[in-house]
């Protein structure tokens, strides 16, 4: 069985519900001040006004505003660091829960020093699945552009009649405008309307090729299960698709056949539901009909770790073997995803890949490698790498961790941000927590080989995290 993590789709929990309605109500609350101030404006300075019937009124002096002051506090960067000891007691029941089978191994390291706090097990390889999403991270944004885009364009085919649309292994490009799962995401309509605008005038179309050629191999990794693509998890990795590779917008069910979806949605949105739809190659040289682009790249990051989003995982990773001049297929990704870890500076002697999203059952990852790159992203020392950590999920926020994590009164909002992973008997949680004396963690959780079915392991990750959230710890 393969990760079964939620997705966007996942039923909003009463806590996320109680913060909404209050954002709602501080934003009609503005809306309504604002109207009120800008009425009032309008009365004075109308005909037949204070402001008009008394043109001696002295002007009114404005006050002189200074820097504004920053939204959230940073962290005092005196804040005291958790004393070993105190965290491995706190810690040690936690670790021991029945749930994890005894099987977790562990490592909590102080961002600021560098010092491990807590290492339990953290040097041998395990099963890391969907965390090894931020290894992906890693090599997405310290090997392309933070900034670059995706591009999927229209060219004309072999006949008069005949689209061909072009894959570039954006998969949020959109049959919905806005998109319903990836704020930011291209659309489908936008690049009918400019296919439509590049055609002869009076062209009917009658076939839409779709070409699927940028990546290679096989559909599926080494280390997946039949059951896995489809699913409602993840697809066949193909260079072409929309909506995630979605069934059904803004649902949790994949397609088997995301490129030939993605050449119906184009056939739809140029008004010929009827047109042939097959897959093939564009006609080398052909014109180009239209393009467009997703959302820059350091957004696609923060997308795949915080809804654990496996397609698009894939396709970030196949663009790193593209930019090292590998082939964009399942070997070839993870053969640029290390080489890009180690050129980064992190040891990758025990690293072993067969995919970018951390569904096979045969990735293997050292639970320090985890807290390695969380911290050299929330320290800065990783250039360029800040999407990782705003891309973790937040505890009982958003993505994976929406209706996780909340539950400790003694937690503080926001405290826990992390990047979650599930496969059948394997759970991870690895990310960041903010003690109660303000100082950042990084960390990384791992349980190999438990039997409680999801809900009992997950809870006693949550715990832990929520007990580094909690504790002092000297």
Request: charged fraction near 20%; glycine fraction near 12%.
């Amino acid at each position: 069985m393969g990760t079964i993590e939620p997705s966007s789709s996942t039923t909003v929990t009463p806590s996320y519900r109680r913060l909404r309605r209050r954002l709602l109500t501080v934003l009609v609350t503005l809306v309504v001040v604002a109207a009120l101030a800008v009425g009032a404006v309008l009365w004075l300075g109308r005909d037949g006004g204070p402001a008009a019937a008394d043109p001696s009124l002295p002007a009114a002096e404005l006050p002189e505003l200074g820097e504004p002051a920053p939204v959230l506090a940073s962290l005092a960067s005196d804040a005291p660091v958790p004393d070993p000891a105190a965290l491995a007691d706190a810690l040690a029941p936690l670790l021991a829960t029945p749930a994890l089978a005894g099987g977790v191994s562990a490592e909590v390291v102080d961002v600021a020093s560098g010092e491990v706090l807590l290492d339990d097990g953290a040097g041998d390889p395990v099963t890391p699945a969907s965390t090894a999403k931020l290894l992906t991270a890693v090599a997405v944004l310290t090997t392309l552009d933070p900034e670059a885009t995706l591009e999927t364009t229209v060219v004309a085919g072999a006949a008069p009649d005949e689209v061909v649309l072009v894959g570039g292994g954006d998969p949020t490009l959109s049959t919905t405008t806005p998109s319903l799962t990836y704020p930011g995401a291209a659309t489908v309509a936008d690049l009918a309307a400019q296919v439509r605008a590049a055609l002869p005038p009076g062209t009917a179309v009658g076939r839409v090729v779709v070409d699927n050629s940028l990546f290679e191999g096989p559909l599926t990794a080494e280390g997946w299960g039949p059951e896995d693509a489809p699913s409602s998890y993840a697809s066949p990795v193909t260079a072409t698709a929309v909506d995630g590779a979605r069934v059904t917008p803004g649902e949790n069910a994949r397609s088997g056949a995301p490129g030939t979806d993605a050449g119906r949605a184009l056939a739809e949105a140029l008004d010929v539901p009827g047109a042939t739809v097959e897959l093939g190659e564009a006609p080398e040289g052909a014109q180009e009909l239209g393009s467009v682009r997703s959302a820059p790249v350091a957004r696609l990051v923060e997308q795949a770790l915080s809804l654990s989003d496996n397609l698009l995982a894939e396709s970030l990773a196949r663009q790193v073997a593209l930019a090292r001049d590998l082939p964009a297929s399942f070997e070839g990704s993870a053969e640029a995803v290390t080489a890009a870890l180690s050129d980064a500076g992190f040891d990758v002697a025990d690293l072993e890949l067969r995919d970018g999203s951390g569904l096979s059952r045969l990735d293997l990852v050292t639970p320090d490698l985890l807290t390695d790159v969380v911290a050299g992203a929330a320290d800065g020392s990783l250039e360029g790498a800040s999407a990782i950590v705003s891309g973790l999920a937040v505890a009982g926020y958003d993505g994976t961790l929406a209706d996780r994590g909340d539950d400790d009164p003694a937690t503080a909002p926001g405290a826990v941000r992390g990047k979650t992973g599930t496969l059948l008997g394997v759970h991870g949680l690895a990310g960041t927590v903010v003690t109660a004396d303000g100082r950042l963690l990084a960390y990384a959780l791992v349980a190999n080989g438990t039997v409680g079915g999801g809900g009992p392991e997950e809870a006693a990750l949550d715990g832990m995290a929520a007990a580094l959230a909690a504790c002092g710890c000297r």
